[in-house]
């Protein structure tokens, strides 16, 4: 993760007040302690302006044509203007013992507008087409209407969705391998709330402008951060049910900046560690989506109302509807009883 100017200098006055070692307190931030010094022997030697981001670009370039070489190139090709890039390239390789290309040639002659437009050349044409046009569009080079095109139908929506004791197979399987003991906070949260991946993966503790962050003293999560922009997919705010709530106090205890961590450093992806954990507990074909897929089905399950579940998991009304309301117990329960009601 790339960190600003500002935030660096921020992150170093941090570490220059805290009453903690340097380590400690950099293990709390989820600052690599090698990071920290590469960026303060910066600070130390240039000040503020030496924490931006360098460039990558080379000073110069290592196989650029020496100035004495190119004053030669142009010489040549002033005594011989009726030669091409080409034949210019020949020649002055034959004479000079010195490997030129065409195409440096060309580059080189065009940057002192030594070659010729097209613009300006001749070209005999026949009289009249050979093929002479009829219609109007067979004069044009562009396209006068529209193509048409037909999309593919829409796959179906998946219908995986976990039972209770293949949720809690998958949270043991993800806590118990230390690899991937970061991978059980994350289908916690995704089972308990919904929320996608990105958004669970960039938590943080507190406010921020970056990602989304927990609110425990109010009991609210707030899944996007206020500097990112708002998109299709719906990131509302939304309370935190108590269960999770538990963990997520339990977890800030322990240190760190982000919720979903690896020995105080952000999680980028969860690709590997999800694969591991789902083989191993024999679900190949569950996706991180699934827990997304879960949660709203459980609620559905459990008589959420339509209105709340919308607001709560960011999903269009259309797609509650068609996607999960048959899990839910009035899903035409008006039409049974009336089937089963006597005359």
Known sequence: MRYPAAEKLEIIRLVEQSHLPVRRTLTKTGIPPTTFYRWYDRFVEHGPEGLEDRTSCPSRI???????IRDQIVALALEEPEMSPRELAVRFTDAEKYFVSETSVYRLLKSH???????????????????????PNQM???????PRVVLPQRPP????????????LLVWTAWRNPASKHLARFILIGLYTGTRKQAILGLQFGPNTSGGWVDLERGFMHRRGSSQRVTKKLQPTIPIPRQLLGHLR????AGGRWVVTDRGARIGDIKTAWNRATDTAGMPEVTPHT???????????RGAK????????????PTLESVYWHHHPDHQKSAVEAMERRR
Request: positive net charge; glycine residues 2%; hydrophobic residues 45%.
């Open 113 to 135: 507008d030594l070659i010729t437009s097209p613009a300006f050349i001749v070209i005999k044409a026949a009289d009249e087409f050979k093929d002479k046009t009829t219609a």
């Open 157 to 168: 929506s998946k219908e995986r969705w976990l039972e209770r004791d293949e949720a809690a």
């Open 306 to 317: 339509m209105a709340d579940a919308v607001r709560f998991f960011g999903v269009s009304a």
């Open 62 to 68: 290592w196989n650029r044509i020496p100035e004495a």
């Open 250 to 253: 339990r977890w800030a205890r």
């Open 140 to 146: 044009c080079p562009y396209l006068t209407s529209a």
């Open 291 to 301: 827990l997304r897929h879960t949660a709203i089905t459980w609620a559905m399950q």
